[in-house]
């Protein structure tokens, strides 16, 4: 097996055929000696509007086949530098939402046992708090860069703690993240209360509404996110939603007025330099996405993810004892 496996090309098969791994990557059983790893969570039990998301990982994979592997933007050329493959998905519980993030949680133990950088399809947004879990296992609290239309920080939905929605309240009282390291981007639409986001900001947290990001580029906001975030560990979560229902419609709860597909790219690609220990790409719903171009979008970002990971971890650090 190649150490640094490169994407199946599309002048050795048709970019149509053959399996749909993840930007046709090789499948691998787990993360051991890899420095990043695509991982599909394909849950959709903590939605609270339209369900879908559990066949986002798999739709992602189909749409990622057209990526190539050099960034002609940025001059990266992740396969050059790191070991990276697709090592499948998650088996969780479709009919138990709390022993499916148990089971999420301990899967991401396993992977971060290994020094192998996690790049998650999801599934919804409850995923984000079992891997912050193990992210706070293995880094301690970590800097969150969080792309949505939505806060995610309710307290309870239907009477629930776990749920889409409630992710980053949950992650703070879990002391999860490093309040003072966090931004939370393209926030909007309707809310419960006036006062929804203020909780956020109580909290430390750098909220940028979506209309503080409208026609103008993200470019010098990642500048300063990057001052805020540096000297620790980043967690990136990108909810699809956070971009316009124009160009990503294929999700759960939409809200208009969102960030630009170019402002998305803006936000990863901004996120280079820091230490980026994880990301995830959730809540493309295939059902509403008669295009594919919700999942397509997301395999771009996700690819694009990978472009500002950190170099590949030294020999000596690659695997944890006992793995
Ligand atoms: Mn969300
Ligand atoms: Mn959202």
Not at 49 to 55: E, I, K
Not at 89 to 94: G, L, S
Not at 167 to 183: H, I, Y
Request: negative net charge.
């Amino acid at each position: 097996m190649d150490a640094r496996p490169q994407p199946l090309s599309g002048n050795e098969m048709p970019r149509f055929a053959g399996p749909a791994t993840m930007m046709r990557l090789p499948a691998r059983g787990d993360a051991r000696g890899l420095d990043a790893c695509f991982v599909g969570v394909p849950l959709d039990i903590g939605t609270s509007n339209r369900p879908g998301a559990r066949f986002g990982p798999r739709a992602i994979r189909a749409e990622s086949v057209l990526l190539r592997p050099y960034n002609m933007a940025t001059g990266a050329a992740p396969f050059d530098s790191l070991a990276v493959a697709d090592i499948g998905d998650v088996a969780i519980n479709p009919y138990d939402l709390g022993d499916s993030v148990r089971i999420v949680e301990e899967a991401y133990d396993r992977i971060l046992a290994t020094a192998c950088r996690p790049l998650t399809m999801g599934g919804d947004h409850t995923i984000a708090l079992p891997i912050l879990r193990a992210m706070r296992r293995r880094y301690g609290p970590v800097g969150l860069v969080h792309v949505d239309a939505h806060a995610d920080t309710n307290d309870e939905m239907f009477g629930e703690k776990i749920a889409h929605g409630t992710p980053f309240r949950r992650a703070v009282e879990e002391g999860l993240l490093d309040t003072g390291r966090v931004v939370q981007i393209g926030l909007r639409g309707t809310g419960y209360s006036a006062g929804d986001f203020d909780w956020c900001r109580k909290q430390g947290f750098r909220v940028v509404t979506a209309d503080a990001c409208w026609n103008v580029s993200l470019s010098p906001l990642m500048d300063e996110v990057r001052r805020q975030l540096a000297g620790g560990p980043v967690y990136l979560t990108f909810d699809i939603d956070g971009l316009d229902p124009s160009v990503a419609p294929g999700t759960g709860t939409p809200e208009f007025a969102g960030l630009t597909a170019a402002q998305g790219f803006e936000v990863v690609r901004g996120c280079r330099g820091l230490d980026v220990v994880g990301a995830d790409l959730v809540e493309v719903a295939p059902p509403y996405d008669t295009s594919g171009n919700t999942a397509l979008l997301g395999a771009n970002l996700l690819y694009e993810m990978l472009c500002v990971l950190p170099g590949p971890a030294t020999v000596g650090d690659r695997e944890a004892p006992g793995i």
